[in-house]
């Protein structure tokens, strides 16, 4: 089974480079420390509902877009 903490954090990395975006940039957005938006882009968070929400809507993308590629 994947992990699901690696898969989040990949995908946000990808979303936030599609936007050009720096890391400080996203969790000013996301009103998030930056060494927060790196543990997670690192896979080493496990990321509360709440910040989910916070980080897709900064990103302009649907939660769901934020796990692809997890297993069903």
Do not use: W
């Not at 420390?33 to 543990?39: D, E, K, L, P, V």
């Amino acid at each position: 089974m994947a992990d699901i903490k690696k898969i989040f954090g990949r995908n946000v990395r990808t979303q936030r480079e599609n936007l050009k975006i720096s890391q400080e940039k996203l969790a000013e957005l996301c009103e998030l420390h930056r060494t927060y938006i790196g543990a997670i882009e690192r896979g080493e968070r496990n990321v509360s509902l709440e910040n989910i929400q916070k980080i897709a809507r900064a990103l302009g993308v649907r939660i769901p877009v934020l796990f692809r590629g997890v297993e069903k």
